[in-house]
């Protein structure tokens, strides 16, 4: 593949069906991004590499619905790596790029470097959460971190909440071409056994299949993604249209447009003073620095606030500035 051909591959999500075993996926490949999540903040080895396979997640599941607003994952544990966090936000318009962003709090001084990443979680929950926008519910669906992997535990969100037979295949890591720089890369291939009832598999070809027939085309697909490499997941030298044909040609594959991913924040002084609307003026006082300021940065992209304490929590006695 050539240098143009995988800059035109970095940052993408690749939808694709497999029309003759009635299933449906994405292919996803995270580079420019993942390495501004990651540059963020001066994580820890372990913790990079659960942040990489969070945001992979995300970039998977994010475009599967229609999604008009936010889809996040959120998993909180009791071990060392407390909060991992990754937010998909919908494009804004047809063409435009969706953005995403993630991060985790996690405690040093209890990291055992010796240990894989995922037992740096400990016990806890895996959870996707749907925000479509004002004037909607939020959705939140939870699954109990007992299993080998972050996406071991997405493919049983999906089995138990959404009845989808779902497989993920991951692989994510730091990478370095000749010539270049040492960089993080993750790619990954999300796979969904439809329903026959499902619009997205009805078609002018579409012939509706038994269950014995489903059984064996998804038995047969995911013997079919067993053989996938990892360098062939992240690249760069195999481009996504190339490895789906490599994996499936026998199955019909067919594509639908990229979507463009780039990394991006919504962090913004009215959200800060809006999180800190339900504080009172003693509250705020005690979060007031010696300069006078309360400070605030945001977790995900770094960005520091400083604020005017008069203007904080409900009992604010000055407006707003949210050019301060």
Same mark, same amino acid.
């Given at each position: ?8 591959? !970095? ?54 619905? #229609?999604? $008009?607003? #936010? ?15 990754? /937010? ?7 063409? *435009? ?16 470097? !010796? ?11 895996? *959870? ?52 270049? /720089?040492?960089?993080?890369? *993750? ?9 026959? *009832? ?6 002018? !070809? ?6 014995? /027939? ?39 594959? $067919?594509?639908? /447009? ?67």
């Amino acid at each position: 593949m050539t240098k143009t051909a995988q800059i035109a591959w !970095d940052d993408t999500i690749l939808p694709f069906q497999l029309d003759r075993a009635n299933i449906r996926g994405r292919v996803a490949r995270l580079d420019g991004v993942l390495e501004q999540v990651l540059s963020q903040h001066n994580y820890p080895p372990q913790i990079e590499a659960l942040i990489a396979e969070v945001a992979l997640l995300t970039a998977l599941i994010g475009p599967t619905i #229609k999604l $008009r607003w #936010k889809l996040s994952i959120q998993v909180r544990g009791d071990g060392p790596a407390r909060i991992l966090a990754a /937010d998909y936000y919908a494009p804004e318009k047809e063409g *435009a790029p969706a953005r995403m962003r993630a991060y985790a709090s996690f405690d040093a001084d209890r990291m055992a470097a !010796d240990q894989p990443a995922f037992s740096q979680i400990g016990k806890g929950y895996f *959870a996707i959460l749907i925000d479509q926008g004002e004037g909607t519910e939020p959705y939140q669906g939870v699954t109990p971190l007992d299993k080998q992997s972050l996406s071991d535990c997405a493919e049983t969100y999906f089995e138990q909440s959404e009845q989808i037979p779902t497989r993920f295949e991951l692989a994510f890591g730091r990478s370095q071409t000749p010539g270049e /720089d040492e960089r993080w890369l *993750a790619g990954g291939i999300m796979l969904q056994h439809m329903p026959n *009832a499902s619009p997205l598999m009805v078609g002018a !070809d579409y012939t509706p299949t038994s269950d014995e /027939d489903d059984a064996e085309n998804w038995t047969r697909t995911n013997i079919l993604l067993d053989t996938v490499e990892e360098l062939e997941l992240i690249g760069p030298s195999v481009a996504p249209t190339d490895l789906l044909l490599r994996l499936f040609h026998e199955e019909q594959p $067919r594509i639908f /447009d990229p979507q463009m991913v780039e990394f991006g924040c919504t962090c913004s002084p009215a959200k800060v003073r809006q999180s800190l609307s339900i504080y009172s003026a003693k509250d705020i006082a005690h979060m007031t620095t010696e300069d006078g300021v309360v400070t605030a940065d945001c977790q995900f992209c770094g960005k520091h606030y400083e604020m005017n304490p008069k203007t904080l929590g409900f009992e604010a006695t000055e407006p707003a500035d949210d050019g301060e």
